[in-house]
């Protein structure tokens, strides 16, 4: 089969993209399973309070930024989307096998602080998956995409916010008030993790039948452990869009995630201006944030693969601004507890309050995809696994750096740190130097044998 660009496509590529997106959102929803409803957990696992579910999400991002750079290798190899996949898959399995066992514990073992150890491990491996899978979405859609769905392709396997979306209603509608029933969610969550380690395992394609593209096609012989890193220092000190784009990149995405986990505590405060808003009512605007941080990630791939072809710089300018600006806002609705922080409160109806911190979330995660493949496309020839691992590891060591700061700074401190992280981005993005080496080296139509039969 010919796409009408002149490249040969391998329909099964559909199945690696599903299959990713699954692996992708049940990483997630794994990470999330404590969180979506702590009370009841505690109450099953004594040794398992609020702060403990803390540090099990903290895993995600402490176990990420050391495995980024070894993932980043394996994608150099023609079957390292495969390998990637099927750890992925393995570890999410064998995570959710361990959760299982304090489940049986006798409830005067669960008091004992070694009760939860097999939990921690199981959050360690799922986090490790996590570093393992979210590297990877701009090799997968340069592997088996055409050039013209690249962003798209990138921003669908990003999905790690569906399986988030997923959690919010599973956990308690599993639970249903019940702590006993907390086996019961863990049992579907190893049921859910077995459906991609089979499938993972008894079909997924290392790569397409043929190079889908030139530049995929002049991806040469994968680099020894040396080569790779001196090629990713070289390409980090010589391409002058890298650093800048770390610095967006370890800004705009990783601080701001940060300041989503202090969501619920500026909806919830009680001021000198009035009672905040109920836990419901709060966790409801958690929620409404995450699918309009999906719905940025999935729609933003077909604006640029059609509009923004060649002007991703511009895109990301545009979307940062409008981030920026809904986020400077916002946080005149929150009254400021600090006496230090000199931001004006503009009481606002809930309403309001609630579409602006929606829609601000929808313009920053939109911003991720594009990152994704500006990186890929100042990188060129290294690979989208290099300039990936890239952007993932300045998200994570952002994310990092906030989950250890945040807890000793006040709320106010932090909202207006993130407004100015946010703030800075469409500057330093308008530094950047953009070049499109990939898109320049697939200026030409791949050489395809006069033997194949789908050539007409």
Not at 88 to 109: E, K, N, S, T
Not at 141 to 158: D, E
């Amino acid at each position: 089969m010919l796409h009408k660009e002149g490249y040969e496509l391998d329909p099964r590529r559909f199945y690696v993209l599903i299959l990713f997106i699954f692996l992708m959102a049940q990483q997630c929803l794994f990470w999330f399973t404590f969180s979506s409803d702590p009370e009841e957990v505690h109450m099953f696992f004594p040794r398992i309070s609020s702060g403990v579910v803390d540090q099990l999400l903290n895993w995600g991002p402490i176990m990420c930024v050391p495995m980024v750079p070894f993932v980043s290798f394996i994608l150099q190899r023609p079957d390292g989307l495969r390998l990637c996949m099927r750890l992925a898959a393995a570890l999410c399995f064998v995570a959710c096998g361990l959760r299982l066992i304090p489940c049986f514990f006798p409830l005067h073992i669960k008091k004992q602080f070694w009760s939860t150890l097999p939990i921690h491990l199981a959050q360690i491996l799922n986090g490790i998956a996590g570093a393992v899978l979210i590297t990877a979405p701009s090799r997968l859609s340069a592997m088996w995409f055409p050039p013209g769905q690249r962003a798209t392709v990138t921003g669908l396997a990003n999905s790690s916010f569906f399986g988030a979306a997923v959690g919010f209603y599973m956990g308690p509608g599993i639970i249903k008030g019940n702590p006993d029933n907390v086996t019961n969610l863990l049992i579907a969550c190893f049921a859910i993790s077995a459906v991609p380690f089979i499938a993972v395992f008894c079909y997924c394609p290392a790569q397409p039948r043929k190079q889908i593209s030139n530049s995929e096609a002049d991806s040469g012989i994968p680099p020894s452990a040396s080569e790779f890193i001196k090629g990713t220092g070289q390409l980090i000190l010589n391409e002058q869009a890298i650093p800048l784009i770390m610095i967006v990149t370890f800004f705009g995405i990783g601080v701001y995630d940060g300041w989503i986990g202090i969501l619920p505590q500026l909806l919830t405060q009680n001021t000198t201006h009035g009672p905040g808003w109920t836990q419901d009512l709060s966790g409801i605007c958690g929620m409404s944030h995450t699918f309009s941080c999906i719905a940025g990630m999935y729609s933003i791939g077909p604006i640029a693969d059609i509009f923004f072809k060649r002007r991703l710089k511009t895109l990301l300018i545009f979307l940062f601004i409008m981030a920026a600006g809904l986020f400077g806002w916002m946080i005149t609705m929150f009254p400021s507890t600090s006496e230090f922080v000199p931001i004006p409160y503009i009481q606002q109806p809930k309403a309001v309050v609630f579409v602006v911190i929606c829609f601000a979330g929808y313009f920053r995660s939109a911003t991720f995809p594009i990152l994704f493949e500006l990186a890929a496309e100042v990188s060129f020839p290294h690979s989208e696994g290099t300039s990936g691992g890239i952007v993932i590891f300045c998200e994570h060591l952002a994310l990092l750096t906030a989950l250890f700061v945040i807890p000793h700074i006040q709320l106010g401190i932090v909202s207006l740190a993130c407004f100015g992280s946010l703030a800075i981005c469409p500057f330093v993005m308008s530094t950047v130097k953009s070049t499109y080496k990939r898109m320049d080296a697939e200026g030409y139509m791949p050489i395809l044998s006069k033997d194949d039969p789908t050539i007409s």
